[in-house]
């Protein structure tokens, strides 16, 4: 088993001897062990909960229990501590806590368990993308820094291009280090609109306490703009992507009045690259717009595809379920590779339930790829609202789920990332 984490009111965090780590599936309290965890993968961070107490077991008497407080320092308060590990990685078990009474929603990030074995951290996850895209190792702040120099002397006037060293000084966005470095895939944010509500959206949270985690795109890039961004990466980067769908915008589709002929005027120079879109695919003729000017993929947000918990998370404005559901049929029957952004919460996503509703929907809607994505949001308060529009079974555990869709479905992809053409 995996020595517990635990912080101090200061937010130090250390290890808490005679106390195992603990993970939770959303129901029941497992102990964290070499078994069940790997070494926390690079880039990783840990955070811990201020108003909640951790959930631990306690060697000595063998009962998973709360500590209240440092047993080695009566009085002191404990906190948990959990993991938001990198990209490429889905959690298995989230971390275990209670919350006191009045406490507030954490901010939009994902909650993996974390313990302590002999001199390293540990995670809760499972590796699902081996892609190296957004390896902090190979994001040199200096070299990002020289792009940025280089792209504003290339393109003084873009404001698409001042945009993007925003996302990637302010607010640390992998995608925009990536186009100053010239490397895989190029971010295009061009909505500045969105017809859902999602519970965990980046760039905007009305009537909320959740902090949002970057601003939203204030402006719509002209059609130039866009081409002229997309045609400097796709030049220079082999087997490039550029994509529409950013965490700093809307809903792309929204803006496929200047997006489409973006399109055409990217097309016009060269037949090189991958254009894609993430979306909510919420708008049919949008959507048949794009695609008619020469899009190639595209990745659909869906936290379930049961339509109550689907509708509860996205709040939808103006579309239904139905919508998404026309317009992943029209991009099938259209030949362009459609991949889910499926955001997964152990507990939740991985219970029977669930489980046969996604089985149905793969046999029905034969996607080329599944992107097993962490939910950024509070998880109580995730497990609250989905048990309050769906009946819930208990779970049975993400690593069986990933092996269940594999052994049924071999021809699905499993993936973190958009794929560039070549690996259609």
Not at 247 to 261: M, N, S
């Amino acid at each position: 088993m995996l020595t517990a984490l635990v912080a101090n009111a200061a937010g130090e965090i250390f290890e808490l001897d005679g106390y195992a780590a603990v993970g939770t599936d959303g129901t029941t309290p497992t102990p964290l062990t070499l078994n069940n965890t790997r070494n926390m993968p690079f880039g990783s961070e840990l955070m811990y909960l201020p108003e909640r107490r951790p959930v631990l077991l306690n060697l000595q008497s063998g009962r998973i229990e709360t500590v209240n407080e440092d047993p080695y320092a009566p009085g002191q308060p404990l906190f948990p501590v959990t993991a938001f590990n990198s990209p490429g990685y889905v959690i298995s078990q989230l971390g275990t806590y209670v919350e006191k009474q009045k406490s507030r929603t954490l901010p939009l990030f994902s909650y993996g368990a974390v313990g302590w074995h002999r001199g390293k951290f540990r995670s809760a996850v499972i590796r699902v993308d081996r892609e190296k895209r957004q390896d902090l190792r190979l994001m040199k702040p200096d070299d990002v820094a020289f792009g940025i120099d280089m792209m504003r002397q290339q393109m003084p006037a873009n404001r698409l291009r001042a945009h993007l060293e925003k996302c990637a000084l302010q607010f640390g966005c992998p995608a925009a280090k990536n186009f100053f470095l010239g490397r895989y895939e190029a971010p295009l944010p061009t909505a500045k609109q969105c017809n859902a509500r999602c519970l965990g959206c980046l760039s905007l949270q009305k009537h909320s306490d959740i902090p949002n985690s970057q601003d939203r795109i204030g402006f719509t890039p002209s059609p130039e703009e866009i081409a002229q961004m997309a045609l400097v990466h796709i030049k220079r980067v082999k087997k490039s992507v550029v994509s529409f769908g950013q965490g700093c915008e809307g809903d792309p589709l929204l803006a496929a009045k200047v997006i489409a002929p973006a399109i055409r005027l990217i097309r016009s120079e060269t037949a090189r690259g991958t254009i894609h879109m993430n979306t909510n695919a919420s708008l049919q003729p949008a959507l048949q717009q794009v695609i008619d000017a020469g899009l190639d993929s595209i990745r659909v947000s869906m936290n379930s595809v049961r339509q109550e918990c689907y509708q509860a998370y996205f709040r939808p404005k103006g579309y239904r379920f139905s919508d998404v559901l026309k317009s992943m049929d029209i991009a099938l029957r259209s030949g362009l590779f459609v991949a889910v952004n499926y955001l997964n919460c152990p507990g939740f996503t991985d219970t029977p339930m669930e489980i046969e509703a996604l089985k149905s929907f793969l046999k029905s809607y034969p996607i080329h790829m599944i992107q097993w994505r962490n939910l950024n949001f509070d998880p109580l308060r995730y497990f609250e609202i989905m048990n309050g529009v769906a009946r819930n079974d208990t779970p049975i555990g993400m690593q069986n789920l990933l092996e269940h869709i594999r052994q049924e479905f071999p021809n699905i992809k499993f993936g973190y990332f958009n794929p560039p053409k070549e690996k259609f």
